[in-house]
């Protein structure tokens, strides 16, 4: 069965470094997600994508945040300047179609831990 | 925006013994609701959705949830539990279809 991929699985990173997450969703979806876990909190909604462009993204999704799909299969997420409080579980989703009901499938998570 | 409470962080169960995993939601319009399950290393994987109809929900691994509209709840029910349903147990929701809005979840652990 197809799935969602992310690598790497854990990232380690000195505070103001810049991170790239990668994540390859299922290869006929055509909508993009980004969510992220701190430890002990809610799953939250970062950003979604589609037509290579973001379609909504909250309020956490700051200008230290980008998305982008540099080719037919990746789908990445970049954190230009870390901070303490970026240390989370990062989830990629991806979906077929704009349907309302369409189930959002998840990869495993990028663990980011920035000290 | 929407507020998703899953009210047990953990639960322990006796294996074969029956489970409900609680979730309520703040929403009044009309919403998807999903139950999502993930094990140990592994991403999240889609239990059960409510869209529309039969308020009561059935999906994979003899999991079900009821949709109470009425008390904004759609709780997660297993008749007797495995070993293997050891894991953590998400409740989401969703207006759009885009963003999902997701409980802290419950970690559910089946004792021997």
């Known amino acids: 069965e197809p799935e969602v991929t992310q690598t790497p699985s854990h990232q380690v990173t000195q505070m103001g470094q810049e991170v790239i997450l990668r994540c390859v969703p299922i290869s006929n979806h055509l909508y993009f997600y980004w969510y992220r876990q701190i430890l002990g909190q809610k799953v939250e909604f970062l950003v979604s994508f589609y037509n290579n462009e973001i379609s909504e993204k909250s309020e956490i999704f700051d200008d230290q945040f980008s998305v982008e799909r540099p080719d037919g299969s990746n789908f990445t997420l970049k954190i230009r300047s870390t901070k303490l409080e970026d240390s989370a579980m990062y989830f990629c989703?991806?979906?077929?179609?704009?349907?309302?009901?369409?189930?959002?499938?998840f990869g495993p998570g990028t663990r980011l831990l920035v000290l | 925006a929407q507020s998703v409470t899953q009210l047990d962080s953990q639960v322990p169960v006796f294996e074969e013994a029956p489970v409900e995993l609680r979730c309520n939601y703040s929403s009044s319009v009309s919403v998807y609701l999903f139950w999502y399950v993930q094990y140990p290393n592994q991403g999240l994987q889609l239990l059960l959705k409510y869209l529309s109809g039969s308020t009561l929900v059935k999906g994979i691994n003899g999991f079900e949830a009821e949709f109470n509209k009425s008390q904004t709840s759609f709780h997660l029910r297993k008749p007797s539990v495995h070993i293997s349903d050891t894991a953590e147990y998400f409740c989401?929701?969703?207006?759009?279809?885009?963003?999902?809005?997701f409980g802290t979840g419950t970690s559910l652990t089946v004792i021997p």
């Open positions: 989401a929701v969703s207006e759009t279809g885009n963003q999902f809005y």
């Open positions: 989703a991806s979906k077929p179609d704009r349907g309302r009901g369409e189930t959002q499938y």
